[in-house]
């Protein structure tokens, strides 16, 4: 007797339903969530030092994410041969979206903290879903009464800028607020490469501040398990995903896509090293700007690496 549960029940194929992420359970109430993992759209793009559009990303990563959960028994993958995100033990949900305010930068920010304040309440892992990379200052705000958190970024530009012409909360910024904070210990910054929005000495106080920072190409001669090693061993992960860390050849739908990127594989086999060197505890994926992709492939892509890295992260806490 097979055990993925076509047999009963309808077959729900990913052209069938309403769009929640995974098509996981819509919790509208924020103070009744109940779950392994939470879902928070953060459609926040007024960041943007260029061409905008990220605020449609959160839609067409969860339509996207559909196709990955057609499988009720969960997904089997036969390189690992472990069956991710088992559909008994494994509950995801999605809480909607954080109400933005157009032009009002600080209002969206706060209603985006008050969703993942909501997940970590609850005991949720929340994956929060761009928007542009502004809305990790939130995300990151929101771990201030948590553990102290390493923070992993994966990303072609360094994001950290202090300020410009005012400006300290925008796209540029986040890992400069991120690396302010007491309760963030460190970060890794990888993927980082090409004329950056970060100037020079951007990145000299980002290393007098305690990052790491490595390109693709250091990543392509150290390897996968070279790069891990540099991460430090047995923290709190927060993990930050800008999709431009992604070569446009695979991932164009972004305002600021960047040639030299990543291939699908290195950053999955990072995240999966990730996952069993500490605890993931925060997950934010930003800059999909679905108008500049018609062919969908770049939200396919983000809800890929989503999909694969929560059922990692579950798997490993559990195994």
């Not at 769009?19 to 109430?29: H, L, N, Q, W």
């Not at 800028?161 to 309760?183: I, T």
């Not at 305002?255 to 505890?281: A, C, K, M, N």
């Amino acid at each position: 007797m097979s055990d993925h549960g076509y047999e009963g029940g309808r077959l729900n194929l990913p052209f069938v339903g309403i769009c929640t992420f995974a098509k996981g359970e819509y919790v509208a109430d924020w103070d009744k969530i109940d779950a392994d993992v939470a879902v928070l759209g953060a459609p926040y793009d007024f960041g943007c030092q260029w061409r905008s559009g990220a605020r449609m990303g959160p839609r067409a990563i969860r339509e996207a994410s559909t196709l990955f959960s057609f499988g009720h028994g969960g997904a089997y993958d036969f390189e690992d041969d472990i069956t991710y995100l088992p559909a008994e033990s494994t509950k995801i949900v999605d809480i909607g979206d954080a109400d933005i305010i157009h032009t009002d930068t600080m209002g969206s920010h706060a209603n985006i903290e008050k969703g993942v304040r909501a997940i970590l309440k609850a005991g949720a892992l929340p994956v929060v879903l761009g928007g542009d990379h502004s809305i990790n200052i939130p995300c990151i705000n929101a771990f201030d009464d948590q553990e102290p958190i390493h923070v992993v970024q994966i990303d072609a530009h360094l994001d950290f800028v202090d300020e410009r012409h005012g400006v300290r909360y925008g796209h540029g910024n986040p890992m400069r607020r991120a690396a302010e904070k007491d309760y963030v210990t460190g970060l890794t910054q990888l993927g980082i490469r090409n004329v950056s929005s970060t100037a020079k000495e951007g990145y000299e106080d980002a290393r007098a501040m305690g990052s790491d920072i490595l390109s693709v190409r250091h990543l392509r001669k150290m390897g996968v398990e070279g790069v891990l090693e540099r991460v430090p061993a047995g923290k709190r992960y927060y993990v930050t995903i800008d999709i431009d860390a992604f070569d446009p050849s695979i991932a164009p739908g972004t305002g600021t896509p960047s040639h030299g990127g990543f291939i699908y594989y290195e950053v999955l086999e990072f995240l999966d090293g990730l996952t069993q060197r500490g605890e993931i505890v925060g997950i934010d994926l930003v800059e999909v700007a679905p108008d500049y992709d018609h062919s969908g492939s770049t939200s396919t892509l983000a809800a890929q690496i989503l999909m694969n890295l929560i059922g990692r992260i579950l798997h490993h806490r559990k195994s």
